[in-house]
């Protein structure tokens, strides 16, 4: 387990990052809505789940026909409480892992920042860890938005009474969490519910190439003292255009994910219907060769391969300009409230502990631990010191200022 002084700033970030992430979610779920049906309704045209007359034939269509059949302007919320919770999990376990695996790397290397391939993989390893926990919420989340979609708008039977008809219309259009868990383990089974996590493990790219460009464009156009606080206006830029560049890079991979968890098992191919047939061996044999085609199928690279074969290059692409519009305000909103609600927790920190020094046992803790982290920043500055006048040896023997910092680390 990490020592105090190294977790109490990581969970500062979690926390201000999640509340981020909260605000901005809510500002733009509406786009993320649509987004997420334009991006399947090619493949449900295919298979023939929604005729030829559904769907949209773009952003404006989209906003406009789900405002007119579904309800006016509630039906753009649909899923947003799930939407709410996983984005502020994922938001929270993303922050927590990428700023203590950032601060433990710097530690370990003694430098003021990373170089490009580290910060990739700690970006990468940080969405990893968190992706793990919140993709059955994910697929949860995209279905629910796609719920809807996936219904005839024709009208209904003559022999159908009205209630029963109301009431079949709210289960197909607002599903609630446990029947979608329920409908994702029947259909694919427990492993069913992490559907499109090799494509969360690709996708880990995009946040942390959104960081790694952030952070360079942070270093090339803002004065080095300014770095900790470049300014509110400043902030919004560099992460909108850091995080559209990463999504232009990964919206590929973004397609594929979304189709994996909006459908249910894939049907089998015609080896695999070959197989069924009886006196075609053993049945386990063959339930568990259909059990690898199956994961082989549903792998992120396998399903850009079959969409780009089946529907062409440019369905890769279906919807991207809502997309990028969508990040370029998210990820902007997202830091800088991210920035707004660390300084208030940090002020809220000084305000407990001006608080607490008036209890002298505290206040001695207080004092102590903050002793302790001095001189732990002490110990790292003159490491640095050190490291850099390592080279100023000679004949094998220290110099005097190698020989004062040695005897400071030591004290």
């Known amino acids: 387990m990490p020592r105090a002084s190294k977790l109490l700033p990581s969970i500062g970030h979690a926390a201000s990052g999640a509340g981020g992430t909260i605000i901005s979610t809510l500002a733009t779920y509406p786009l993320d809505l649509v987004n997420t049906r334009l991006k399947v309704q090619r493949q449900l045209h295919a298979d023939g789940t929604i005729g030829p007359a559904d769907g949209y034939r773009g952003i404006a269509d989209a906003f406009a026909t789900i405002y007119a059949a579904e309800g006016g302007l509630a039906a753009f919320f649909s899923g947003l409480g799930a939407d709410l919770g996983k984005s502020a999990a994922d938001s929270f376990l993303f922050f927590l892992f990428y700023t203590w695996f950032r601060a433990r790397r710097l530690r370990a290397r003694d430098v003021p920042y990373l170089n490009a391939l580290e910060e990739l993989a700690v970006g990468a390893a940080a969405g990893a860890c968190a ?9 949860v989340v995209t279905r629910r938005q796609t719920a809807s979609l996936l219904q005839p708008r024709g009208g209904a039977d003559a022999n159908t009474s009205k209630d029963s008809i109301s009431i079949s219309r709210k289960r197909r ?42 952070q360079m464009l942070k270093r090339g156009l803002v004065p ?12 919004f830029f560099l992460a909108a255009v850091s995080k559209c560049a990463a999504t232009a890079l990964t919206y590929p991979f973004q397609i594929a994910k979304a189709r994996v968890q909006v459908s249910a098992s894939p049907s089998p191919s015609r080896e695999e219907e070959g197989d069924l047939q009886p006196g075609r061996g053993s049945g386990g044999r063959n339930a568990l060769t259909r059990g690898v085609r199956g994961v082989a199928r549903d792998t992120i690279f ?27 305000f998210n990820h902007g909103t997202t830091m800088l409230s991210k920035d707004i609600i660390h300084g208030l927790l940090v002020r809220l920190y000084f305000v407990i502990v001006a608080a607490l020094k008036g209890f002298p046992r505290l206040k ?10 001095a001189d732990e920043l002490r110990g790292s500055y003159l490491r640095v010191l050190l490291n850099m006048t390592e080279s100023r ?16 680390l030591s004290r």
């Open 302 to 328: 396998a399903t850009v391969v079959r969409i780009a074969r089946a529907q062409g290059v440019k369905a890769l692409y279906d919807g991207i300009g809502g997309e990028l519009l969508k990040a370029f």
């Open 393 to 408: 040896w000679e004949g094998g023997q220290e110099t005097e200022g190698i020989g004062i910092y040695r005897r400071s």
């Open 173 to 214: 259009d607002d599903p609630s969490f446990g029947e979608l868990i329920a409908d994702i383990r029947r259909e694919r089974g427990v492993l069913g519910l992490w559907a499109g996590y090799s494509a969360s493990l690709v996708l880990t790219l995009n946040p942390s190439t959104t960081f790694f460009l952030q």
């Open 224 to 235: 080095r003292e300014r770095w900790d606080a470049p300014g509110a206006a400043v902030t």
């Open 131 to 139: 992706k793990l926990f919140t993709t059955p919420a994910s697929n």
């Open 364 to 373: 001695a803790r207080l004092v102590a631990r903050q002793q302790a982290v």
